[in-house]
């Protein structure tokens, strides 16, 4: 969970959470009391009125969302829990808001699950189900759901105004209403620290025990501690040291992960960067190593101050940011969910009455690189048998030169699901060009391969209104690990973003672009040669 300006001191960071805490209006202590909260709609589809509101992403039906925070899988119902200004369409007022889905695809907004005081924000967190009632705080018969969360301390707080520490707050009722528990906070250090935050659990198995993994995000550390009850925790140790540093670090996982095609386990650290990931600005980075249950060890880690390209990186577009994993999701591979926003420009993005979406939910894999073990990341399979089944296929294979090719009526949804394979036969550089305009065929969004650098290009520098901010950045590009003449691209292209899929998924870019409403035009093109075209769309 970030500030809204993280390039600002420590000091000036503190003075902009006091300047959030005074602003509180009445209605919002007023809301927060009330004792039967009236659940907000769904998110409407996109219009002329409201043309970049996704329609297969999650959105709140207005206002301001970031981080993604309690993540979990119950009772066959996924719950989002996020970040979200009750009061606005800009950050601040931080709150947990609620959404639930049956396919990750589809999401009803919920009533405000935990609401600002003026006392206290509520940053990022996790939510576990405490099956054997470890904590207390159920019963046999009816287990919490149990959230840690950071608590942003105001004016009146339990802790010096600024101070983030961990609290409890716990469920009965799957979600649906939610108590603090009255020991908060629950994990502190000493002093306290204004940027000790976004508490992540998993459970290790060999010791019996949960391990919380939280940052001091300043100071690039992740600490990690452990407990058997979710309410007391013992300090293990610290990670810090490798990997990208040019930024906050934020939102920490250890996922343990099998290794595909091999008897193998390793664990794997995420960590948000922000500013500083690869494509500017917001970015995750992510760690392979092993953890001993008290100690985190990375392996083939990038150095301090090495160039980014050593780093390993998640995704290499500018809007993917703090996802972390859904707890108890059914299947063997972890699946994440990560905010589709980038602190450089996220608060001036020209959307209204909302701000802020999720990308799509992807699994994640373990593989064998060339020179190290990797990530790779696909759109996750609830979400992928929903998008499979949600519209007709249609399917065109042409040669495309020095002139580009209309693709045709049916490739011009604003929502689609794309599979792209290229055989650049004697071309350097080929793609598709989406959402263009019928008149201007040469702007929209790009999205190519080039050959002789084997990397893959989503360039929006055409792609529609961009006035909004000086660092809404025109491209992101990618080396593919094994290039060659063919390339294989998932395109998931959905109103106002694209998640592009290469190699298999290792290479991924994510970007948000905002383009007019009449432009649906898709083409392909070549340059300085011929490639073959086999292209699939499904329109949802």
Known sequence: ??????????????????????????????????????????????????????????????????????????????????????????????????????????????????????????????????????????????????????????????????????????????????????????????????????????????????????????AQVVKLFKSTDLLRWEYLSDFSGVGAQGGLWEVPELLHMDVEDSTAKKWVMLLSINPGGIAGGSGMQYFVGEFDGRRFTAENAAAPGAPLTESQWLDHGADYYAANSISGAPGDKPVLLGWMGNWDYAQDVPTTPWRGSMAIPRELTLVRGAKRLELRSAIAGAARETLDRSGEVKSKNLTVGSSPQDLGQEFRGRTQLIELDMDLKSAREAGVLLRHSSSASETGLRISYNKETGSVRVDRSQAGTSNFSGKFSPFHEVALPSPGNKVHLTILLDSSSVEVFAAGGTAVISDTFFPDWDNTGSSAFSMEGDTDFTVTTRGL
């Open 1 to 218: 969970m970030t500030f809204p300006s993280p390039h600002l001191s420590r000091r000036q960071m503190l003075a902009a959470s006091a300047a959030v805490v005074v602003a509180f209006s009445a209605a919002s202590c007023t809301q927060a009391e009330s004792p039967t909260p009236v659940p907000t709609p769904a998110g409407p589809a996109p219009t002329p009125s409201d043309p970049w509101r996704p329609l297969a992403h999650l959105t709140a039906e207005k206002n301001w969302l970031n981080d993604p925070n309690g993540l979990v899988y119950h009772d066959g119902t996924y719950h989002a829990f996020y970040q979200y200004n009750p009061q606005g369409n800009s950050w601040g007022n931080m709150s947990w808001g609620h959404s639930t889905s049956k396919d990750l695809v589809h999401w009803e907004q919920q009533p405000v699950a935990m609401e600002a005081s003026p006392d206290e924000e509520i940053f990022s967190g996790c939510i576990v189900m405490d099956k054997n009632n470890a904590s207390g705080l159920g019963s046999a018969e009816t287990p919490p759901m149990v959230a840690l969360y950071t608590s942003a301390y105001g004016k009146n707080g339990a802790l010096p105004q600024g101070s983030q520490a961990q609290s409890v707050a716990f469920s009965l009722d799957n979600g649906t209403t939610w108590q603090k528990y009255q020991g908060n906070p629950v994990l502190n250090l000493a002093p306290t620290n204004n940027n000790f935050r976004d508490p992540k659990i998993t459970w290790y198995e060999p010791g019996r025990y949960w391990v919380m993994a939280t940052v001091v995000a300043d």
